[in-house]
């Protein structure tokens, strides 16, 4: 079945970078795209960014344009945030994009806080 | 940037209740929307993509009509399992962008 495994808590510092892992199985990972999503205390869904499977093109929401990074590794995307702020602390999640651009499948979530 | 703009904030409901979600594009999507469930602990759920195609497992309750920058999530009885936060969400280009909505809390 097709699965997401986000990797552990991360604890940062403002101005520090982060790097999250989602380790996908039970599909072909190259015929699917990979998006990255996070939920503020109390705030909504927002989107980060976007990776094909097939080709490693990305697209990034304007607001992180500049100190975000996706990148895949087999079957691994990685999210990569630069210059953290206290806003940033949030729980980030993975998901799948299916052949419609919906996202179909969901990890776990991994919580990120950044301490001052 | 498309916004999409969802009303109410929050719907008090009970079960056995028709509801009625509407999201609002600040332009044309076509009929590229979503809309997912979200509860606290849980991964967002997806319900419904191309507007109004239910996903795979999802209760025939759930259904998704619109297009344009018109979108409604009609649920036909509410069950108790249905309480949450629904969100829109919506994608354009390529490669492409997408982006939610502030969502509605049915309590």
């Known amino acids: 079945q097709v699965r997401l495994e986000q990797s552990g808590a991360a604890l940062q510092k403002s101005g520090a970078s982060v790097r999250l892992s989602c380790k996908t199985s039970g599909y072909i990972f190259s015929s699917y795209a990979l998006t990255w999503v996070r939920q503020a205390p109390g705030q909504g869904l927002e989107w980060i960014g976007w990776i094909s499977g097939y080709s490693g093109e990305t697209s990034y929401a304007s607001k992180f344009q500049d100190r975000v990074s996706i990148d895949v590794e087999t079957t691994t995307a990685h999210l990569e945030l630069r210059h953290l702020r206290s806003d940033d602390t949030a729980l980030y999640y993975c998901a799948r994009v299916n052949l419609t651009m919906a996202f179909d499948f969901w990890g776990q979530g991994t919580h990120v806080t950044v301490s001052s | 940037e498309i916004l999409l703009t969802q009303s109410p904030a929050t719907l008090s409901v009970s079960p056995g209740d028709r509801v009625t979600l509407s999201c609002r594009a600040s332009h044309n999507v076509n009929g590229d929307l979503a809309w997912f469930q979200h509860k606290p602990g849980q991964a967002p759920r997806l319900l419904i993509y191309?507007?109004?195609h239910r996903a795979p497992d999802i209760p025939v309750r759930f259904s998704g009509s619109g297009s344009g920058t018109d979108f409604t999530l009609t649920i036909s009885s509410l069950q108790s399992e249905d309480s949450g936060v629904y969100y829109c969400q919506q994608f354009n280009s390529w490669p492409p962008e997408y982006s939610f909505g502030q969502g509605t809390k049915l309590e």
């Open positions: 191309g507007a109004y």
